[in-house]
């Protein structure tokens, strides 16, 4: 794995403007990739998402909800080291549940697929449309590919990562609008806190199909708003 800094990736700022996670970059303020697909959530996935509040209780799923969080910074923060060749420093560290699964993508979605590192932690924009914060991109297996880690409580199955699918779409589409790259896969590196890890990709022409369908989100974003 060797770092090859062949793209300049640009600083930004972040900030939230009326509820929404916005990207200060290159004079622009460009709402979130993530905010975008909060905003555009269907019907069905936000009742769900209110009938889980209901079942488990408010207390609980914010408990759920704080604790996935903390896990999912702290593991992205131990993967983010270990690309950049500081993870040594932290070997004299308590064992701790967000290390191992950190150790587990590393193990089992990285090492000796993983050949050449542009960029992580990496500033992501499409000019006038959206930014973001990608988790690493570079070479794997060969490919131009967009990766991203994922924490879970529980095991994913494909139908139900659509939002995954759609984040890949839109770093890519950023990625290949801005540096003139040439990205055709996208890549999920995934583990549960019971450390069993799933990786899930998309190429090619579905890869295509998320970037068009992550823009028709861009489009209804812009509409609710009024921006255009």
């Known amino acids: 794995m060797q770092w090859n800094n062949k793209f300049s990736y640009p600083?930004?700022?972040?900030?939230?403007?009326s509820g929404s996670r916005m990207y200060a970059v290159n004079q622009e303020k460009l709402?979130?990739?993530?905010?975008?697909?909060?905003?555009?959530?269907?019907?069905?996935?936000?009742?769900?998402?209110?009938?889980?509040?209901?079942?488990?209780?408010?207390?609980?799923?914010?408990r759920i909800k704080n604790d996935a969080s903390s896990r999912g910074t702290s593991m992205h923060n131990f993967l983010e080291k270990y690309l950049l060749g500081q993870l040594n420093l932290e070997l004299l560290?308590?064992?701790?549940?967000?290390?191992?699964?950190?150790?587990?993508?590393?193990?089992?979605?990285?090492?000796?697929?993983?050949?050449?590192?542009?960029?992580?932690?990496?500033?992501?924009?499409?000019?006038g449309k959206?930014?973001?914060?990608c988790d690493a991109v570079g070479v794997y297996e060969e490919q131009e590919t967009i990766i991203d880690f994922k924490q879970s409580n529980k095991p994913k199955k494909e139908e139900w990562?659509?939002?995954?699918?759609?984040?890949?779409?839109?770093?890519?589409?950023?990625?290949?609008?801005?540096?003139?790259?040439?990205?055709t896969q996208g890549i999920v590196l995934l583990c549960t806190v019971d450390n069993l890890f799933q990786d899930f990709r998309i190429k090619d022409t579905k890869l295509e199909e998320y970037q068009n369908k992550f823009l028709e989100k861009v489009e209804q974003f812009y509409h609710q708003r009024n921006m255009i």
């Open 161 to 183: 990562i659509e939002d995954y699918y759609l984040q890949l779409g839109a770093y890519s589409l950023a990625h290949n609008v801005v540096h003139n790259s040439k990205i």
């Open 93 to 127: 560290e308590i064992e701790n549940k967000s290390k191992k699964m950190a150790g587990e993508i590393i193990e089992q979605g990285i090492k000796g697929k993983l050949t050449e590192i542009w960029g992580t932690e990496a500033t992501l924009y499409y000019p």
């Open 31 to 62: 709402p979130s990739v993530t905010s975008i697909l909060q905003a555009t959530q269907s019907e069905e996935k936000k009742a769900s998402l209110a009938n889980w509040k209901v079942r488990v209780g408010t207390t609980e799923a914010n």
């Open 130 to 133: 959206y930014a973001g914060t």
């Open 11 to 17: 600083k930004s700022m972040r900030s939230m403007i």
